[in-house]
């Protein structure tokens, strides 16, 4: 053997050397999980590892070596992937973006694959995201500032979503007793309950228009035939409302449609308050 044979093979030997070290440095096995998401993260990985690779080393070197990374199922989805190129049932893969291209068909359900416009503007906005990032840590200073910042913001919005579907709940006064009191722009009736009728010995008067209520009794209908007249102070205002009187356990005082009418109540959401 020649002297430029000898260095050609040992400079080969030593190419492939390094190419070893530097896949299987940076790279792990893959078979042992072959969820989608976690063969996603693994060929992405070693995507990013080899593309600075493909100006030093030949397609089938770098194929190779990302191969020596299977095990498991992995390794018995490359055997029988060659068993079907033997047989002439598949084509032959020789390159890193043809076994991509195969793996990605058989470890990844059609319900999680994207298109490549989408892959493409997804690896856009990680590569903003990182960009994003690595400015934030050139001012390091500010991080936590900014942090505090969006905790509070985000804060406040939970806070305010939180408040979306809640029922404007609040405190009065009836008769210096301390009393929970509902605002319900979705009721067509001012209520009070029966409890606080009876606690309070407050007067009961007939109802000039009796009727029946069903979705506040599972057991049938409730007849609704009484009503009172309820003095109440919510701090410096004080007012005087007449309710019909049912039994219910959310508030001991339901104010609807009827009284907001009254006294032109604008209700802001957010914040959640009453204008009177």
């Not at 000039?208 to 035939?225: A, I, M, S, T």
């Not at 005087?240 to 009254?262: H, N, T």
Request: with cysteine; charged share 25%.
């Amino acid at each position: 053997m020649s002297t430029y044979s000898t260095y050609s093979s040992r400079l080969h030997r030593h190419s492939n050397n390094v190419l070893h070290h530097t896949i299987h440095s940076a790279i792990p096995f893959f078979g042992e999980d072959t969820r989608p998401i976690s063969f996603i993260d693994w060929i992405w990985d070693i995507e990013k590892s080899v593309q600075p690779l493909f100006c030093k080393y030949s397609q089938s070197d770098i194929l190779s070596h990302v191969i020596s990374r299977f095990v498991g199922r992995a390794c018995e989805w490359w055997h029988q992937s060659q068993f079907q190129v033997e047989k002439g049932r598949a084509s032959c893969i020789n390159t890193f973006y043809e076994l991509k291209a195969c793996m990605w068909k058989h470890f990844v359900p059609s319900s999680h694959r994207i298109t490549r416009e989408q892959q493409s503007r997804l690896e856009n906005f990680i590569d903003i995201g990182d960009a994003f990032i690595q400015n934030l840590k050139k001012f390091s200073h500010q991080e936590r500032d900014l942090k505090d910042t969006l905790d509070l913001l985000l804060g406040k919005k939970r806070e305010i979503e939180k408040q979306r579907e809640n029922i404007f709940h609040t405190r009065c006064k009836v008769l210096k007793n301390t009393c929970s009191l509902i605002i319900d722009g979705g009721s067509c009736c001012n209520y009070c309950s029966t409890k606080l009728v009876e606690e309070l010995n407050l007067t009961l008067l007939p109802h000039p228009k009796p009727y029946k209520l069903h979705w506040l009794n599972e057991d049938g209908d409730l007849k609704v035939e009484h009503q009172v007249k309820v003095k109440f102070s919510i701090g410096k205002f004080k007012d005087k409302v007449s309710c019909d009187v049912i039994p219910m356990e959310a508030c001991q005082i339901l104010l609807g449609r009827p009284w907001q009418f009254d006294h032109k109540t604008l209700h802001n959401s957010p914040p959640r308050t009453s204008i009177i």
